[in-house]
């Protein structure tokens, strides 16, 4: 069974400052997709960025990119210029490719304090 | 995207009651998902609906205490019956899109449910 990790129950960043969210995640499947959801204090569930496995390229979405390391499983979020907004709690999650059920695997989450 | 709708957004329900919360799509969509994120947690799938057919229930979930009805493309209902304390916690459904960004999973605002 596919397991995330996140190993970083709360972290906090300086506003303006830079700050990377850790990931780690088990599965024997070659092809599958990551994800870094982010939870306001509103409760609704905002995708941050998207990764395919079989892409080698690191995703990016303006301030939020990702390394992503296949061989090691790992998939940390990086957070650029952070704002007193980007304050939530932070999901990595999983989904199989093209499995019978795309469903998400959630981390437990790290809750990220952005400091003015 | 999608817009989910999802009713009632909270409530405070008696011990041993019933509560039925309510998933719309502004579009049709194959799969629906609900989670439960109980308090200070992580999100954890209850079942998999798809229209015209039984839900997929996770391990640990049972038809009898979270069934669930999709009658079409675009809803769905989640229950929680016989409800407890340990009941508390935010129901959230989820979609996903294919053929949009296959992979991509898009969120209501979650129920948060208290049973006192």
């Known amino acids: 069974a596919q397991t995330v990790t996140q190993s970083q129950p709360e972290m906090s960043v300086q506003e303006a400052e830079t700050v990377t969210l850790s990931c780690t995640y088990d599965?024997?499947?070659?092809?599958?997709?990551l994800f870094w959801y982010k939870q306001p204090p509103s409760r609704q569930m905002i995708l941050v960025i998207r990764q395919e496995a079989y892409k080698q390229q690191n995703a990016t979405e303006n301030r939020f990119s990702v390394n992503f390391q296949k061989a090691a499983k790992s998939f940390s979020l990086k957070i650029s210029d952070s704002q007193l907004g980007d304050a939530a709690m932070y999901f990595c999650?999983?989904?199989?490719?093209?499995?019978?059920?795309?469903?998400?695997?959630f981390g437990t989450g790290t809750l990220l304090a952005v400091q003015p | 995207s999608a817009v989910i709708s999802q009713k009632p957004s909270r409530d405070i329900c008696q011990r041993g009651t019933s509560l039925t919360i309510q998933c719309q799509v502004d579009?049709?969509?194959?799969?629906m998902f609900w989670y439960r994120q109980q308090p200070g947690q992580s999100l954890t799938l209850i079942a998999t609906a798809n229209q015209g057919s039984e839900a997929t229930y996770e391990s640990g979930f049972v038809i009898d205490k979270f069934p669930i009805s999709r009658p079409n493309l675009t809803f769905s209902t989640l229950t929680v019956s016989n409800m407890s304390p340990e009941d508390s916690s935010i129901y959230l459904c989820?979609?996903?899109?294919?053929?949009?960004?296959?992979?991509?999973?898009?969120f209501g605002q979650g129920t948060r449910l208290t049973v006192v």
């Open positions: 599965t024997s499947e070659s092809d599958y997709y």
């Open positions: 579009s049709q969509v194959t799969m």
């Open positions: 989820s979609v996903d899109r294919y053929g949009q960004a296959v992979g991509e999973a898009f």
């Open positions: 999650a999983y989904m199989n490719y093209g499995g019978a059920t795309n469903k998400l695997i």
